[in-house]
């Protein structure tokens, strides 16, 4: 199996950057999402400049967990953002957007602002995945779709397909009923990978292993996210470390980027 390991959130703090730059250089990342506006944001942009041989992606945002604020002023994409000109709150922006109170051309050129921050830097953004995951729902897929080709952006993270959950656990989780439902729609529109995997439970340090039991002559993309300051980015570091010592040691695995596929 060819494995992507990419780090989301390349820019959303100084320490995530930090730690993310120290696994890029220890060789256990060939992959990174910028998210713009934030504090570590122009250093996360300097090391992609400075290193094209890893793959930078645009980790898009449409939703706020403390402070994210959009690349457009507030009056552009009022359905998007609150009074003071933040994104709302994923729970708020996940409502609004089920009840058809997104105004979707927003999302569309908010998206083209983002890209064009990063193009303007002189970075080729390798390819979309989302703060949240949000480009999974159908409304957004569909809009990023129409930049697609405008933005020579075509490849796209696909929604989670492997779930190490116990059986009970999988039930809870909306994704793992809607993974081919969602997962069709973004195939139809953007080259992506077989399999993506996130790790949804901080404590779990098994599953690196049980990803390594996977032989199949396919491609999967492990989104991590790294850091030192917060307890579960500490525990992603820890894993995405032991999961590519594996890799290494694997005559069945190897590692690839974003350009690769």
């Not at 396919?218 to 579960?232: A, L, S, V, Y």
């Amino acid at each position: 199996m060819k494995f992507i390991l990419n780090a989301d959130d390349f820019g959303i703090s100084e320490d995530t950057v930090e730690k993310t730059i120290t696994l890029f250089e220890q060789g256990h990342l060939t992959s990174a999402t910028i998210i713009l506006s934030m504090p570590g944001t122009q250093k996360a942009i300097n090391y992609a400049l400075k290193n094209p041989k890893f793959s930078f992606g645009l980790h898009l945002n449409f939703h706020a967990d403390t402070f994210e604020k959009p690349i457009l002023d507030k009056k552009m994409i009022p359905s998007l953002t609150n009074q003071d000109g933040y994104f709302n709150k994923g729970t708020i922006f996940r409502n609004k957007l089920f009840t058809g109170k997104i105004n979707l051309d927003e999302i569309k050129i908010e998206a083209l602002a983002q890209v064009s921050y990063l193009k303007d830097y002189g970075i080729k953004i390798s390819h979309f995945d989302s703060h949240g995951h949000l480009h999974k729902y159908p409304q957004i897929s569909n809009k990023l779709s129409e930049i697609s080709n405008e933005v020579g952006i075509r490849k796209m993270r696909i929604v989670q397909n492997i779930f190490l959950d116990k059986f009970l656990k999988k039930l809870t989780r909306p994704s793992f009923w809607l993974q081919k439902y969602y997962g069709n729609l973004i195939r139809k529109k953007f080259k992506t990978t077989k399999y993506f995997f996130n790790n949804l439970n901080y404590e779990d340090y098994s599953w690196p292993e049980k990803i390594c039991s996977i032989r199949k002559a396919e491609t999967i993309e492990i989104g991590t996210h790294p850091g030192i300051n917060e307890r579960w980015r500490v525990n992603e570091s820890i894993n995405i470390t032991k999961l590519s010592n594996l890799i290494n040691t694997s005559k069945f695995h190897s590692k690839i980027n974003w350009e690769m596929i």
